[in-house]
């Protein structure tokens, strides 16, 4: 064999180990707005787990925080990001379909927040992420969010009054505060402690788990269970990123989202069962007695609202949702 054909041989050689499934990685980058020992970490890392396992490392999560949710969602849409592990609060800016869900005491409790959004309700609702550049993966969660505050106890709609209150860049939530006669203010989560430190804001509005997670007992003395709104999570990817998977590594991946889904709502059920004591423990008044009616009387106007705005049909068939 001649010199130039030997070479030729080592060329091809060198070439098909490269391209060798066994020896090509290919990186997924995961962000979300919370740090890695929260509800979004424990979903992201066992969703990684059962990924590179499945696929025999030939793919690797990386998983990355990033506070700006609307920049995480965004950087998915181009592509310069594979996929967003968040809340849907700034996701009904990107696909109208979603703020349905946001809608305040729209859910009873747990078991029927994430029945409803297992069933073909929530799955019709993520197969209207396509016609915008996005892919819904699955429906992860946040939690029932409740009120905090640094000026006074809130024990009912009055107390709200005046407040000024940090939301998500939600219209939804933001006109449920305006009806209760506080001053939503929409501001990215990364800018949240800083506004509660400087009195930019009075309080804000979070699951337990966030609260616990973020210490924001540290700029926040009273702590309300109101439980206004039932707060889904989402996992949201780039359709390119989805299309390039053979169809075994999509399964697969489906199938490691699903246990990422199961290890977040674990998470979420045991800091909910833990969260108010420790938040006892580090220094804040807790109101555990809530008049609901009472708050929901008051946002008769914004329910009203919702029903023009939003999807009727659906809000009714979320509400009288039943387990089979």
């Not at 998915?76 to 009904?92: A, D, H, R, W």
């Not at 407040?163 to 009806?179: D, I, Y």
């Not at 990123?241 to 199938?255: E, G, I, K, P, V």
């Amino acid at each position: 064999m001649t010199l130039t054909r030997r070479a030729a041989f080592a060329a091809l050689a060198l070439a098909a180990a490269a391209a060798s499934p066994a020896r090509a990685q290919t990186t997924i980058t995961i962000q979300h707005p919370l740090p890695s020992a929260s509800h979004y970490g424990a979903g992201a890392a066992a969703l990684k787990e059962s990924f590179e396992q499945a696929t025999g490392g030939r793919y690797r999560i990386n998983i990355q925080r990033n506070d700006n949710e609307r920049e995480i969602i965004e950087s998915v849409q181009i592509g310069t990001v594979e996929c967003y592990l968040g809340s849907t609060g700034p996701v009904g800016n990107f696909v109208p379909a979603v703020r349905v869900v946001d809608v305040p005491f729209l859910f009873r409790d747990y078991a029927h927040a994430r029945g409803v959004l297992d069933s073909e309700i929530g799955q019709s609702i993520l197969q209207q992420f396509n016609a915008r550049g996005l892919v819904g993966v699955i429906w992860m969660e946040n939690g029932f969010r409740h009120l905090t505050n640094s000026r006074h106890a809130v024990n009912n709609p009055a107390d709200v009054r005046g407040l000024k209150v940090r939301t998500m860049e939600n219209p939804v939530h933001m006109r449920a505060f305006s009806t209760l006669g506080a001053l939503p203010t929409p501001m990215a989560f990364s800018e949240l402690v800083p506004a509660l430190q400087q009195g930019t804001v009075d309080g804000q509005e979070n699951p337990i788990p966030v609260i616990v997670a973020n210490n924001l007992n540290q700029v926040q003395r009273f702590l309300t269970l109101t439980a206004h709104v039932y707060s889904p999570g989402l996992l949201i990817c780039n359709p390119a990123m989805m299309q390039q998977m053979s169809a075994a590594d999509r399964t697969a991946f489906l199938a490691a989202a699903r246990a990422g889904q199961q290890a977040n709502r674990d998470r979420v059920s045991a800091d909910e069962a833990s969260g108010v004591a420790a938040l006892r423990q580090r220094g804040m008044e807790v109101v555990t007695q809530v008049d609901t009616a009472a708050f929901q009387a008051a946002l008769a106007p914004a329910f009203a609202q919702y029903e023009r705005e939003l999807d009727a049909a659906t809000l009714r068939r979320i509400r009288a949702w039943q387990p089979n």
